[in-house]
Nanobody
Framework: QVQLVESGGGLVQAGGSLRLSCAAS????????MAWFRQAPGKDREFVSY????????YYADSVNGRFTISRDYASNTVYLQMNSLKPEDTAVYYC????????????????????WGQGTQVTVSS
């Protein structure tokens, strides 16, 4: 099991940027595929981005592709989500998640693929 703590959320104007961090402890992130999900008020938690355990392949939801970038730093055992050109519809609580399961098809988009979750960090984008 790995413990995950998100940080970096806040209030930003539309068009601005934020970088979220997900600090892992207990185990090295090199053993896990890592993802970001988000949940807006009254909506289901949705997939945002994934970075694979091996090779570091990345995947993005269509709604954020080209604006968000996921990355990982093994030295600090941290995963990042750089968010640029933010829109009001990006407002949500953002969660970091980890999985040791094998990647197949598009299972990286499914909540049940992930065993460990952080507590979330709030991102609010004003218009």
């Amino acid at each position: 099991q790995v413990q995950l703590v998100e940080s970096g959320g806040g209030l930003v104007q539309a068009g601005g940027s934020l970088r979220l961090s997900c600090a892992a402890s207990g185990r090295t992130i090199s053993a896990y595929g890592m993802a970001w999900f988000r949940q807006a008020p009254g909506k289901d938690r949705e997939f945002v981005s994934y970075i694979a355990r091996v090779v570091g392949r990345t995947y993005y939801a269509d709604s954020v592709n080209g604006r968000f970038t996921i990355s990982r730093d093994y030295a600090s055992n941290t995963v990042y989500l750089q968010m640029n050109s933010l829109k009001p519809e990006d407002t949500a609580v953002y969660y970091c998640a980890a999985t040791s399961r094998a990647l197949y098809g598009s299972n990286y988009q499914l909540r049940q693929t992930y065993d460990d979750w952080g507590q979330g960090t709030q991102v609010t984008v004003s218009s």
